[in-house]
């Protein structure tokens, strides 16, 4: 069977065809990035508007590049969590129309679990060789970071989770991108942070950055402390306001010269990464039987994180399951992907569906 996913939970409008439940067929994504770049993070009401613009045109590529028409499908799958409620309202009034018009079963996806998807859907070729599937992964512990997210899942299945850990202030990739604000690099920062910290020289330990743990057995994460220490780094310690003037010169920082932004990227980018990588560590320790790890969101694309990710997975003898870069960032695939297995189980929604800005666990 052919599930269309449809995506609008924030600044990407995209839609994919998926043949089973793991065989991509086509995935497109219309990214909004151009739109909000001045402004330095997404517009609701832009992103919302463009959403309407852009969501019958990239459907239609979508379906062109799998080479079927609407007659095709056989479900209308999309993300109705959560998100900005104004972008999501686009995909689910048009899969809402599409699964009534054509007489198709709707389902409703979770974003944040359509993430963790994405990593057992194969691409280009079809068939039973051709890549990830589910074959042993479960039960799996999960791990999501993205713009919106930093959240460490229990996984009996694709569709049974429970999330035991998310964060308690910014997302990762959210840190990232302030962090990149902070070090005066363009937007979308991540990535950029990213490729000055793998840069030749870089030092990760010019700089001693915070690693926030919380309390002993937490598997919750806080990343503003991290951020904040990076800002002290770039701009120098605010000086107690009892202190005598003599004080001034030994606040001021170190000037930032390309090698001290590119130390300080890599400083910031092992501290993020170590502060994940722990708390996987405790989830692991925790007990439950685990024989997977599936890591899902845009931070994924991570340099470092990826590696760190591999070399935990081998250490406890865990089957890694990562996305391509390309299926890390917002996507349909994973929303068709998932929804087939949502289908496959009977989790169907009805023409009720509404947006939720919240995740569902
Ligand atoms: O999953 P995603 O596309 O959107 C959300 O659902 O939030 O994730 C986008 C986030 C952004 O914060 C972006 O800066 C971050 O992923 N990101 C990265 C990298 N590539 C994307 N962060 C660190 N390193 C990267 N290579
Ligand atoms: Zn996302």
């Not at 109705?80 to 079963?105: D, E, M, N």
């Not at 799996?140 to 850990?165: C, F, I, K, P, Q």
Request: net charge negative; proline share 6%; hydrophobic share 45%.
């Amino acid at each position: 069977m052919l599930v269309l996913g449809l995506e609008s939970s924030c600044d990407e409008t995209a839609a994919a065809v998926v043949s089973g439940r793991f065989d991509v067929r086509s995935s497109v994504v219309a990214s909004q990035v151009d739109l909000h770049r001045e402004y330095g993070g997404v517009v609701p009401e832009i992103a919302g508007r463009a959403h309407v613009e852009r969501v019958l045109p990239v459907l239609r590529a979508a379906l062109r590049e799998a080479g079927v028409g609407l007659c095709d499908l056989g479900a209308i799958a999309v993300g109705h969590r959560p998100g900005l409620v104004g972008s999501l309202l686009v995909g689910v009034a048009a899969a809402k129309a599409l699964a009534w018009g054509l007489g198709l079963p709707l389902v409703g996806v979770d974003h944040v679990h359509a993430h963790l998807y994405a990593a057992l859907l194969r691409e280009g070729a079809i068939g039973a060789d051709a890549g990830p599937g589910d074959d042993g992964v479960f039960p799996a512990l999960g791990l999501v970071v993205s713009g919106g997210h930093t959240s460490v899942y229990r996984m009996a299945s694709e569709v049974d989770l429970v999330r035991v850990g998310a964060t308690i202030d910014d997302a990762l990739g959210e840190a990232y991108d302030k962090a990149a604000v902070i070090l005066g690099l363009p937007y979308p920062g991540g990535p950029e942070v990213d490729r000055l910290a793998q840069e030749a020289g870089a030092d990760d330990a010019a700089v001693d950055l915070p690693v926030s743990r919380l309390g002993r057995d937490s598997l919750d994460f806080s990343f503003s402390g991290l951020k904040t220490a990076l800002l002290y780094a770039v701009q120098g310690v605010p000086r107690p306001a009892h202190r005598g003037q003599g004080d001034e010169a030994s606040a001021l920082p170190p000037p930032m010269t390309p090698e001290r932004r590119r130390d300080l990227a890599a400083s910031f980018q092992a501290a993020a990464v170590r502060a994940v990588i722990l708390k996987l560590e405790r989830a692991l320790d925790a007990g439950g039987s685990v024989n997977g790890l599936i890591a899902g969101g845009g931070v994924v694309a991570n340099s470092l994180l990826r590696r760190e990710l591999a070399a935990l997975a081998a250490r406890r003898g865990l089957a890694l399951r990562v996305p391509p870069m390309r299926l890390c960032v917002d996507n349909a695939a994973m929303i068709a992907g998932l929804g087939a297995a949502r289908l496959a189980r009977g989790l169907v929604s009805d023409l009720t569906l509404t947006p939720v800005p919240t995740t569902g666990c």
